[in-house]
């Protein structure tokens, strides 16, 4: 099996940064792509970032500039670096990795538990 394990959330005063982790462990032969998504109270679920095996990277607009995505393939693990946090940021933020299973032919795709980031204004 696989699992995604998030960390680095919490509360944070606007203007202020935040670091979110998250690492895939289990049966992986490869990643194909890892994404933050994040999601309000009250909203939809939204894609903030995703980083590809090559390492090309997209934002959602609300975010370009202030949120940087990358990840280290030794060690199967993304992160979200934060700054110039907003309260419209707050949200829960949720990983996301789509990846090839040992001695499985088709993608898979996997969600973590999920970390709460607070921004005071």
């Known amino acids: 099996q696989v699992q995604l394990v998030e960390s680095g959330g919490g509360l944070v005063q606007a203007g202020g940064s935040l670091r979110l982790s998250c690492a895939a462990s289990g049966s992986i032969f490869s990643i194909t792509s890892m994404a933050w998504y994040r999601q309000a109270p009250g909203k939809e679920r939204e894609l903030v970032a995703v980083i590809s095996s090559g390492g090309s990277t997209s934002y959602v607009d609300s975010v370009k500039g202030r949120f940087t995505i990358s990840r280290d393939s030794a060690k199967n693990t993304a992160y979200l670096q934060m700054n110039s946090l907003k309260p419209e940021d707050t949200a829960v933020y949720y990983c996301?990795?789509?990846?090839?299973?040992?001695?499985?032919?088709?993608?898979?795709?996997?969600w973590g538990q999920g970390t709460q980031v607070t921004v005071s204004s």
């Open positions: 996301k990795a789509v990846l090839m299973r040992w001695a499985i032919s088709r993608e898979s795709q996997y």
